[in-house]
């Protein structure tokens, strides 16, 4: 493969490079010195499944490991328990060291079903922010100032609000950035959102006397509540980990707007062909569902619940295999409970305001029955809850 074949691969999918100039000289050192480029990736263990949104830099780390580069993935379980502010319009709920190191095993399993493990060093930055003195810390700190951080849009408006900025919040960006130091990283990949964080890095090397990597940003996903950006946060994800039916229904769900968006980012990244390129009716979007269920499990599988999905929406019957929740006697001690109280346990709705909401706007079925009252007490010991394309049979457990 000549240099221009390859730095098309680069580019493939991505929004941005900094800069494809740069890219093409550490290139042509790399193949004098016959060695691979080491490209960083970097993901905090704050919850413990991966989805979608994850496996688009997944993708493209794939791709350029195939090319035979060094793919270094670092695990921030010291970074995760003070929290990426990148994006966040309030301050992020701290996580434990028991928390992060449970997430970090999951995500350890899970990330080898799109990378090689064979050709992956996998890295955790505790590894040297554990063993960091104060003075070093000092001086790392020294390298970026208050005006600097608080020019970054996430920061600027919750400063403009009035909204809690922590100290370690600040602190973040070097924190990320430091990694690219330690491991002296050629090229970095990271969402969009990501720039600030990004581009801190490429500063910090500098200023560390080591020459500063390439960047490439990747489109973030938007997640099924077609809004914002895919996230646990949101309660808008399609994890990998997740039963084939509900990746399926999920993907159904979306509209053909954002269903078009997926198309066009994971054609791209995986060469997935399609005789469409736009989503605007049923069939296609379950042929692109299909394309996803068929990724993580298999073809056969993939048609199974397409047809499944069929039966369930067509002639309005419940699936064979779904999830099963029993209510704990603490719950129902009149034997009997509230549906907004039940949404809730069966992981139907996120909270209490979410449930009255779904039941307002009619996308909460008991028994194939449409609920309409936000006030109905539940007696019946078994059945079956739907919301919009999700279901979950409940048992409830009586003193």
């Known amino acids: 493969m000549n240099l221009q074949e390859e730095i098309k691969i680069f580019k493939k999918g991505i929004s941005e490079i900094i800069s494809e100039g740069d890219l093409r000289t550490r290139l042509k050192e790399a193949r004098r010195e016959n060695r691979p480029l080491r490209i960083k990736y970097g993901v905090d263990p704050s919850a413990p499944d991966i989805h979608l949104g994850h496996t688009v830099p997944l993708h493209k780390l794939s791709q350029l490991q195939d090319l035979g580069h060094q793919i270094i993935f670092v695990i921030g379980d010291f970074t995760a328990q003070i929290g990426d ?106 969402g969009t959102d990501q720039k600030f964080n990004l581009l801190l890095a490429r500063e910090l090397q500098r200023d560390y006397g080591k020459r500063s990597q ?126 907004v109280r039940l949404l809730q346990l069966t992981n139907l709705a996120n909270s209490g305001g979410e449930a009255r909401r779904l039941i307002k706007g009619g996308a909460v079925f008991v028994d194939n029955h449409r609920c309409e009252d936000t006030d109905l007490e539940i007696s019946k010991k078994e059945g079956i809850l739907k919301v919009g394309r999700r279901f979950c049979r409940y048992k409830m457990r009586y003193c």
Request: net charge neutral; charged share 30%; with cysteine.
């Open 85 to 190: 502010p990148s994006g966040a319009l309030k301050k992020r709920k701290q996580l434990s060291e028991k928390e992060v190191r449970q997430n970090a095993r999951t995500y350890c399993s899970q990330i080898f079903r799109i990378l090689d493990e064979q050709r992956t060093k996998v890295v955790f930055n505790s590894e040297w922010f554990n063993k960091m003195h104060l003075k070093d810390f000092l001086r790392l700190s020294s390298y970026s100032t208050v005006a600097q951080t608080l020019a970054r849009a996430d920061f600027k408006e919750r400063f403009d609000k009035n909204i809690d900025i922590s100290i370690m919040e600040f602190f973040y960006p070097l924190l990320q950035a430091y990694d690219s130091v330690v491991l002296d990283s050629d090229l970095e990949i990271g």
């Open 214 to 339: 390439i960047i490439i940003t990747l489109p973030l996903l938007v997640g099924t509540d077609g809004v914002r950006k895919m996230s646990k946060s949101f309660n808008n994800t399609i994890g990998i980990n997740e039963p084939a039916n509900q990746i399926y229904g999920k993907l159904m769900s979306l509209s053909d707007e954002v269903a078009t968006e997926y198309l066009n980012i994971f054609a791209s990244l995986l060469g997935w062909e399609f005789p469409f390129s736009e989503i605007n009716s049923k069939e296609k979007k379950s042929e692109l569902a299909k394309r996803f269920v068929s990724q993580y499990y298999n073809k056969k599988i993939a048609e199974e619940v397409a047809q499944e999905f069929e039966l369930i929406f067509k002639q309005k019957r419940a699936p064979v295999d779904i999830p099963c929740v029993e209510v704990p006697p603490e719950e129902t001690k009149q034997k009997k409970i509230w549906i």
